[in-house]
């Protein structure tokens, strides 16, 4: 007969039980992943296409537009001379290269946004389906640390996906990137990792009260998303645009994806890129922004978490699933 | 046959009803317009980026880009809507033990599955392009004369597209639940090689190649002859007159009709035999 054990409730044995369940998470989507290969062409390989798609769009603008140039058309009137021609063709080509490095940065970061949506916003929601939910729930670990252990799985997984993208950019598209301070690069490349998985969280938690609204938006949060946090251009062209777009960059940067990105295309194509007109800030102000949208998400994501847990189980919701 | 249109038919009703009954008819209409339409803003803005940057306007490039999208529509909404039904089916609702040993035939159970998603896609083709001509100048003149034509040829399309939609569908049998990396990379596939936002002579020589070894190319490039006509836009295709890329479109649609059978029914026979027919893959 074994020994009754006593539970034990001091702050290391939590912080220790909340690692493990963190590891635990984490664990399956590490290593069952890789049970089943044949996640790396779907899920790394293909997907790399459509944003292949976005490269061949910038290349073929570019192409028409450097034939223009090279048919004596600068901009709205004919070339001067050689001199000016040669000048515009210089600055068409940097523009393609900065466009084309655009979508594939934009590319790195939809791998992370989707893997949110579906991976961390709907997970819940899936556990309540196939009935893993409840096990979950009866479980002694805190749920941060059950959402914590999908964050890094997740990330772990997507990270796949996100350097393929960034080799096929340099390898195959011929994308130059110009990287000054690599610190900053990484520090905003994580926070805004931190902010974005924090969101995740926070719908999670949002999803365990819905059915299957809870599928349709994830479905709904792609393509507007990509169009309002500028996955694929400069945000800032938002701007540029009178009437709607300002509105529209206005809500879509409350998606960290939209500073994060803003960011990362400063500190890996120059600040002059563009003509340096398609910036909303500089990169260390929104470093820091993404730094307080992190913090909020997760203090945000905490308490949504308790209190959707406790509404759903008064309405019965928390186990009821194909509603 | 009346077995088989019966199968279609109760599909189809339980397609509309899964995909529309989570919400009010009026937000689900919304929200099939919302998603497609903000796609073609993603085009719009990169246009609009570009023409900033370059000080150029490119209409036909314009054009020629967004007429291809709007009906790329309805490459994503077919094909997701054939090959995302065995594992909805198998691994969400975990229905597939009970109507895979109903006497019917799944084959068409799928094809009815998918009709739902079709005349979704088509409300929002129509809404997109809509849209485009009344906000966007993009350049669409489809006559009288054409519309006939015009309605041959989509029809021929849709019908390559659900024969490819049951081909991944026979694959994915077999796979776990991979319907994400499918929905985004083999409409993917087609959105690089068929032509579809840019011209072929922008691919590399064997790019060029894979897209003309593609039938869907010729369903691109007919509907844009038949509905934007007035395009400055070297296509690479000029070589085929319109009822040769009919007969193309119809010789493909067979072909892909037998291949899809012959790939449906092997990866049936080998998810029988490993006994993943209902298998879950919950990580």
Redesign the interface.
């Known amino acids: 007969m074994s020994t009754p054990s006593v539970r034990r409730t001091d702050l290391r044995a939590r912080i220790s039980l909340n690692l493990h369940a963190v590891v635990g998470r984490a664990y399956?989507?590490v290593i069952?992943?890789n049970r089943?290969p044949?996640?790396i062409?779907?899920?790394a390989?293909?997907?790399?296409?459509?944003?292949?798609?976005?490269v061949?769009?910038?290349?073929?603008?570019g192409?028409?537009?450097i034939a223009?140039i090279l048919g004596g058309?600068c901009?709205?009137h004919a070339c001067v001379d050689a001199a000016e021609q040669a000048v515009y063709l210089a600055v068409?080509k940097a523009?393609t290269n900065a466009?084309i490095a655009s979508v594939v940065l934009g590319g790195t970061m939809v791998a992370f946004w989707?893997n949110v949506l579906?991976s961390m916003a709907s997970q819940l929601y899936?556990e309540k389906?196939?009935g893993?939910l409840q096990l979950y729930m009866m479980a002694p670990m805190n749920r941060m640390a059950l959402l914590g252990g999908m964050a890094v799985g997740g990330m772990f997984m997507t990270s796949l996906r996100a350097v393929s993208t960034l080799v096929a950019g340099v390898v195959v598209f011929g994308v130059v990137f110009k990287v000054v301070d690599v610190f900053l690069l990484l520090a905003v490349f994580f926070v805004a990792l931190t902010a974005l998985y924090g969101l995740g969280m926070m719908f999670a938690s949002l999803y365990l009260l819905w059915?299957?609204?809870a599928w349709?938006l994830s479905?709904?949060m792609?393509?507007?998303i990509?169009?309002?946090s500028?996955?694929?251009?400069?945000v800032a062209?938002?701007f540029?645009?009178p009437g709607w777009g300002p509105i529209v960059a206005i809500a879509g940067s409350f998606v960290p994806a939209t500073f994060g990105l803003d960011a990362l295309r400063q500190l890996t194509l120059g600040t002059t890129a563009?003509?340096g007109?398609?910036w909303i800030f500089d990169a260390k102000t929104e470093l820091y922004i993404l730094l307080a949208m992190a913090v909020v998400f997760l203090i945000l994501a905490r308490y949504s978490l308790a209190y959707l847990e406790m509404l759903a189980k008064r309405e019965g919701k928390l186990t009821s699933r194909?509603q | 046959m009346n077995t088989y249109w019966r199968t279609f038919k109760t599909a189809a009703w339980l397609g509309w009803e899964m995909d529309s009954n989570w919400t009010e008819p009026w937000l689900f209409m919304v929200y099939s317009v919302v998603k497609p339409v903000a796609g073609a803003f993603i085009l719009v803005l990169m246009y609009t980026v570009f023409a900033i940057l370059f000080g150029r306007a490119d209409l036909s490039a314009f054009s020629y880009m967004y007429v291809g999208n709007s009906f790329f529509i309805f490459v994503a909404s077919t094909l997701f809507g054939t090959f995302q039904v065995i594992q909805a089916d198998r691994e969400w609702y975990q229905t597939i033990r009970y109507v895979y040993i109903s006497p019917i035939s799944y084959y068409v159970y799928i094809l009815g599955r998918a009709a739902s998603k079709i005349a979704v896609a088509a409300f929002a083709v129509l809404i997109t392009l809509l849209f485009g001509v009344l906000f966007l100048d993009v350049q669409i003149h489809l006559s009288l004369v054409s519309l006939p034509m015009f309605l041959v040829s989509l029809v021929l399309g849709l019908a390559v597209l659900l024969a490819i939609g049951i081909c991944l569908g026979g694959i994915s049998f077999l796979t776990a639940k991979h319907t994400h990396g499918l929905a985004e990379g083999i409409p993917g596939l087609f959105y690089v090689f068929c032509g579809v936002l840019f011209p072929l002579s922008v691919l590399p020589d064997w790019g060029q190649a894979v897209g003309r070894a593609i039938p869907l190319t010729y369903w691109f490039d007919i509907t844009r002859r038949l509905i934007s006509p007035s395009l400055d836009i070297d296509t690479t295709l000029q070589g085929y007159d319109d009822l040769g890329i009919l007969m193309l479109l119809l010789v493909s649609s067979l072909a892909f009709f037998v291949l899809s059978i012959l790939i449906f029914k092997m990866g049936e026979y080998f998810a029988r035999k490993a006994g993943k027919i209902d298998m879950t893959t919950s990580y």
């Open positions: 399956p989507r069952g992943a089943e044949s996640w062409f779907f899920e390989f293909l997907p790399l296409l459509g944003i292949a798609a976005y061949f769009v910038y290349q073929a603008f192409d028409r537009a223009a058309a901009a709205d068409a523009n466009l989707l579906w899936w389906e196939i893993n059915g299957r609204e349709n479905a709904l792609e393509e507007p990509f169009f309002s500028g996955f694929y251009f400069p062209g938002l540029r645009v563009f003509g007109q398609f194909h």
